[in-house]
């Protein structure tokens, strides 16, 4: 899994790199499904702005999440990633137990 991480506006300090890299672990259980993630943090008025590009191995999503603290927005976002790809393999599961009969008379 490949991150890339690019900041707006300021250049992000190592403890917040540090703390995003630990933070994407929790996905090492998805690390067959994802293929790529770029980490995009900026500021929009007073809010502090994650972005994740998730690129998986036939889809791709964005996760946007926002808050007073870039910490906690990281948390809320690799919450919903976690949620996304969950989602995405349930459907695929989903759709590989689906069979088709045909009727033979």
Request: no cysteine; aromatic share 8%; proline share 1%.
């Amino acid at each position: 899994m490949n991150v890339s991480i690019t900041t707006r506006g300021y250049k992000a300090p190592e403890r917040l790199k540090n703390y995003l890299v630990d933070k994407l672990k929790r996905l090492n259980r998805f690390k067959d499904q994802i293929m790529d993630i770029d980490a995009i943090f900026s500021y929009e008025k007073l809010d502090q702005v994650v972005e994740f590009k998730v690129n998986l191995r036939k889809k791709q999503f964005i996760v946007k999440e926002r808050s007073e603290d870039i910490f906690k927005s990281i948390d809320l976002a690799i919450d919903n990633v976690e949620r996304q790809i969950t989602k995405i393999k349930e459907k695929i599961r989903e759709h590989d137990k689906k069979k088709i009969t045909e009727v033979v008379e």
